[in-house]
């Protein structure tokens, strides 16, 4: 372990007011941990969810709360379980709360040895978009469908989304708001793509599920929209809700539509997905993601900041989602100037 005694983190120390990076002391490991020195850490929209006290989940953990969880880095320090799987210098992606600071404690199981030839900026993204995009695979396959709806086709997500579906033999209908992205989404392997700001759209949408029989929504709009879906869809169908990008927290869905649709609206956690599978199909997908991250699983890397430029960081991931992943290199990797 380094000589150093404090690091930076990126915390919440009170729901409700800003974050602030704060220097605070490098956390200790127990017998089942790896602290890791962060290279990367991604910037998700449930992060800043989190960082605005806006997320029910990470609101219940005690403050201060370092924000951030996902990213790669080395090995630092190895609790004595996982002596005989990692030791210092190894250079890992981990899943774990706070990885928006200098170090990073991980439990042994949520951490995962990178390949020599990773990118190890693309490999801080190797959670949130792309286990979330093949859990959702494998969830599509198990139920049987052949046709997929997803609301939030220009995103980082939607972009890997559209490629693994196509790999896999699933059509993808992709939503957007903007006629800039429907070629782009086209030349990477989108089967339809549709503006929801058109005039026609929902003639046009509603006509295009019924021809394809699809029943089956991953809605990342959440509000009125997703009430909005049940009338669209068929009937039967099953709309599964993994965000809120129209920044409305309730969803609001009309009691006659559900009941004369005869379909379903239900959440979609990935922590919760990833359950209903064992672990070493889990396993098996981040070994796909990783030899899949200059490719399929690739994700395109819009900007790094600081941690002393967190606030920069969230500002422009809110305003260039679109144009790819924002990340944070507590090492100061990769930044200009």
Known sequence: MESQKTMKAAQVEEWGKPLKTVEVSIPKISSSQVLVKMFYASVNPSDILSSEGKNSITRSFPLPLTIGYEGTGEVVEVGKDFESKFKPGDKVFCVTMGTWAEYAVSEGDNCHHLPSDAPIDVAACSYVNPMTVYVMLLELQAEGHKSVVHTAGSSSLGRMFIKVMKENGIKTINLVRNNAYIKELQEI?????????????????????????????????????????????????????????????????????????DSKIGGFLLPVAMQNYPKEKIAEGYQKIFAGLKGTYATKISKVFSLDEVHEAIKYSQEHGSEGKVLLSPARLGIKG
Request: net charge negative; hydrophobic share 40%; charged share 25%.
């Open 189 to 261: 392997g989108a089967d339809y793509v549709l503006n929801t700001k058109d005039e026609d759209f929902e003639k046009k949408f509603k006509e295009l599920v019924a021809s394809l029989d699809c029943r089956k929504v991953y809605d990342a709009i959440g509000g009125q929209f997703t009430g909005k879906l049940v009338w669209l869809m068929p009937k039967k169908s099953l709309i599964n809700v993994y965000g809120v990008l129209e920044g409305d927290l309730q969803i609001h869905a009309d009691f006659w539509a559900l009941l004369s649709q």
